[in-house]
């Protein structure tokens, strides 16, 4: 349908200078029309449903603008980075990944409205838990009717590695992890933690890293990046236009978490403005803040959930909250206090193929009892499910009096992976060794991690602070526990994890090794 080009911008989620300078708020401006466009699961979308059209046509349109348009496709894609320089804009490894990358996405969704006229279009997603595959249009050089598919990359060397056939491990987008995202507790484990030393809104923090990652960034983001192979485990991953794909996942499983969990208040992320890191359909600059972007339906698009009843927190629970928030943050002297306890272990040996590290940290048995005593309510499966159907998840009720009043957490820090892109990394907990044949079905296995490469420049030298700091993960080491100690066996003095590195896409090469400089056992109230 074609529009003026006034009415794109408007129905595109109020993206002109003009618009914004006449002190039209989003708010407001959205409730001037029906309702924001909903992104939809590409299952089910044929190469000729006109989400798929568009979005094809959109992508061929950039890839065709001279190399210097602001709006050609590598233009686009190197606000993200590239392979010379690295990482530019992104933020990866601290608490702006979440919002950075969507304030990115929506700046492609309003672009190809403008170019395609289709005001009605919103950006869908790979829902990778229900379909584990790479989705069917991507595939094709040409589409059924002879013309090329620009959605296929087709440049000499980048090409996609992993198997059109071969399903994304369950191990890293099944329902089992996206239990574990949606029932982290606070923002800084759901969607990644704070760089402990930032003390300001200056905005080379938003690439500085430093922060935990949990096992949203970790698990799935990172892995199917890496797994995909071509452009995708690199700094100029959105060259690749199933890059949109993979982010409106990320993007709704936030959405869909924000129905039961509110994000940080803190002004060091509600603050940030990401000054000049996005473009208008115009041609001007568009620089939002992080409390700009937490509204999908102010930046004009839904995933059709109902309104967000995230519960208010108790005294008790913003307290547990923060005491968590700290531990990601602070040195071992630093750490435990009311109720949260703190061992950790320093190392200097790397993991490598074939060979796991194999670290043990002293703990106290009765904390390792609160953990692994009777299983939890059962609080997975009901809400993984919910979430797969795009329906806001139940709350994850208490744990029974007498039950299970802990919860173990194992972070990594500051982990130096070699061939990062080439590498997966599996953990497990006991002391029995892993061997080849141990299956991610074992009951000591505890997740799948990887890390992105991000050049040999760093974040393209935007780091600063000193420097882009090297990753820190979160596991939650619960459930293992709970599944080796829980059935009357005698809880342990330490824990014993083992560090299992692993291919993560046998057409790319062996993995590389991994070494952890510190881990750390947490135990938190339940």
Request: with cysteine; glycine share 10%.
């Given at each position: 349908?074609?529009?003026?080009r006034?009415?794109v911008?408007?129905?595109?989620?109020?993206?002109g200078?003009?618009?914004?300078s006449?002190?039209?708020s989003?708010?407001?401006a959205?409730?001037?029309?029906?309702?924001?466009p909903?992104?939809r699961?590409l299952?089910?979308l044929?190469?000729?449903?006109?989400?798929?059209?568009?979005?094809?046509?959109?992508?061929?349109?950039?890839?065709?603008?001279?190399?210097?348009?602001?709006?050609?496709?590598?233009?686009?894609?190197?606000i993200h980075g590239?392979?010379?320089?690295?990482?530019?804009?992104?933020?990866?490894?601290?608490?702006?990944?979440l919002?950075w990358?969507?304030?990115?996405t929506?700046?492609y969704?309003?672009?190809?409205?403008?170019?395609?006229g289709?005001a009605?279009?919103?950006?869908?997603?790979?829902d990778?838990?229900?379909?584990?595959?790479?989705?069917?249009?991507?595939?094709?050089?040409?589409?059924?009717?002879g013309?090329?598919?620009?959605?296929?990359?087709?440049?000499?060397?980048?090409?996609?590695?992993?198997?059109a056939?071969?399903?994304?491990?369950?191990?890293i987008?099944?329902a089992?992890?996206?239990k574990?995202?949606?029932?982290a507790?606070?923002?800084?484990?759901?969607?990644?933690?704070?760089?402990?030393?930032?003390?300001?809104?200056?905005?080379?923090?938003?690439?500085a890293?430093?922060?935990?990652?949990?096992?949203?960034?970790?698990t799935?983001?990172?892995?199917?990046?890496?797994?995909?192979?071509?452009?995708m485990p690199?700094?100029?991953?959105p060259?690749?236009?199933?890059?949109?794909?993979?982010?409106?996942?990320?993007d709704?499983i936030w959405?869909v978490?924000?129905?039961?969990?509110k994000?940080?208040?803190?002004?060091?992320?509600?603050?940030?403005?990401?000054?000049e890191?996005f473009?208008?359909?115009?041609?001007?600059?568009?620089?939002?803040k992080?409390s700009?972007?937490?509204?999908?339906?102010?930046l004009?698009y839904?995933?059709?959930?109902?309104?967000?009843?995230a519960?208010?927190?108790?005294e008790?629970?913003?307290?547990?909250?923060?005491?968590?928030?700290?531990?990601?943050a602070?040195?071992?002297?630093?750490?435990?206090?009311?109720?949260?306890?703190?061992a950790?272990v320093?190392n200097?040996?790397?993991?490598?193929?074939?060979?796991?590290?194999?670290?043990?940290?002293?703990?106290?048995?009765?904390?390792?009892?609160?953990?692994a005593?009777?299983?939890?309510?059962?609080?997975?499966?009901?809400s993984?499910?919910?979430?797969?159907?795009?329906?806001?998840?139940?709350?994850t009720?208490?744990?029974?009096?007498g039950?299970?009043?802990?919860?173990?957490?194992?972070?990594?820090r500051?982990?130096a992976?070699?061939?990062?892109?080439?590498?997966?990394?599996?953990?497990?907990?006991?002391?029995?060794?892993?061997?080849?044949q141990?299956s991610?079905?074992?009951?000591?296995?505890?997740g799948?991690?990887?890390?992105?490469?991000?050049?040999e420049?760093g974040?393209g030298?935007?780091?600063?602070?000193?420097?882009?700091?090297?990753?820190?993960?979160?596991?939650?080491?619960?459930d293992?526990?709970?599944?080796?100690?829980?059935?009357g066996?005698?809880?342990?003095?330490?824990?014993t994890?083992?560090?299992v590195?692993?291919?993560a896409?046998?057409?790319?090469?062996g993995?590389?090794?991994?070494?952890?400089?510190?881990?750390?056992?947490?135990?938190?109230?339940?």
């Amino acid at each position: 349908m074609a529009m003026s080009r006034r009415a794109v911008l408007v129905r595109g989620g109020v993206i002109g200078a003009g618009i914004l300078s006449g002190g039209v708020s989003a708010l407001e401006a959205i409730a001037a029309q029906n309702s924001p466009p909903v992104r939809r699961s590409l299952e089910g979308l044929a190469w000729n449903d006109p989400i798929v059209a568009t979005y094809r046509d959109a992508v061929g349109i950039m890839k065709q603008k001279p190399a210097n348009d602001p709006f050609n496709w590598v233009q686009m894609a190197n606000i993200h980075g590239n392979l010379d320089t690295g990482f530019r804009y992104c933020p990866h490894g601290d608490w702006y990944f979440l919002p950075w990358h969507r304030g990115f996405t929506v700046m492609y969704e309003r672009v190809v409205r403008a170019l395609t006229g289709n005001a009605e279009f919103a950006m869908p997603y790979w829902d990778w838990t229900t379909n584990p595959r790479m989705p069917e249009v991507f595939l094709p050089k040409k589409t059924p009717d002879g013309k090329p598919n620009w959605l296929y990359v087709d440049e000499e060397g980048m090409r996609r590695t992993w198997p059109a056939n071969q399903p994304m491990p369950k191990n890293i987008v099944g329902a089992s992890v996206l239990k574990r995202i949606l029932r982290a507790r606070s923002f800084e484990t759901f969607g990644t933690s704070r760089n402990p030393q930032q003390n300001s809104l200056d905005p080379q923090w938003v690439t500085a890293g430093g922060g935990v990652q949990g096992t949203l960034e970790a698990t799935p983001h990172n892995n199917v990046h890496n797994n995909i192979g071509g452009w995708m485990p690199s700094p100029a991953s959105p060259r690749d236009p199933i890059f949109f794909m993979h982010h409106g996942n990320i993007d709704r499983i936030w959405a869909v978490w924000n129905q039961n969990h509110k994000n940080s208040s803190n002004r060091l992320w509600t603050g940030m403005t990401f000054a000049e890191n996005f473009i208008n359909p115009d041609g001007s600059y568009w620089s939002p803040k992080v409390s700009d972007l937490l509204n999908p339906e102010a930046l004009g698009y839904s995933y059709g959930l109902s309104p967000a009843v995230a519960a208010a927190s108790t005294e008790t629970t913003l307290a547990l909250d923060d005491q968590l928030s700290s531990v990601l943050a602070a040195t071992p002297s630093q750490q435990g206090s009311a109720g949260v306890e703190v061992a950790s272990v320093a190392n200097a040996v790397a993991a490598a193929p074939g060979k796991p590290l194999v670290l043990s940290v002293s703990v106290p048995e009765a904390m390792v009892q609160g953990a692994a005593a009777p299983a939890r309510v059962p609080d997975a499966a009901a809400s993984a499910n919910d979430a797969i159907n795009g329906a806001a998840p139940a709350p994850t009720p208490p744990r029974p009096t007498g039950g299970s009043s802990m919860q173990a957490l194992a972070i990594l820090r500051d982990v130096a992976v070699t061939d990062p892109s080439q590498t997966a990394v599996e953990i497990y907990i006991g002391d029995t060794p892993i061997t080849p044949q141990t299956s991610t079905d074992d009951p000591r296995y505890v997740g799948t991690f990887a890390l992105l490469d991000h050049g040999e420049a760093g974040h393209g030298g935007h780091a600063g602070h000193g420097g882009r700091a090297l990753p820190s993960i979160l596991l939650d080491i619960t459930d293992p526990l709970a599944a080796v100690y829980g059935s009357g066996a005698q809880a342990p003095g330490s824990i014993t994890l083992q560090v299992v590195p692993v291919a993560a896409n046998a057409a790319m090469g062996g993995a590389g090794t991994v070494t952890p400089q510190r881990v750390e056992i947490v135990f938190v109230p339940a």
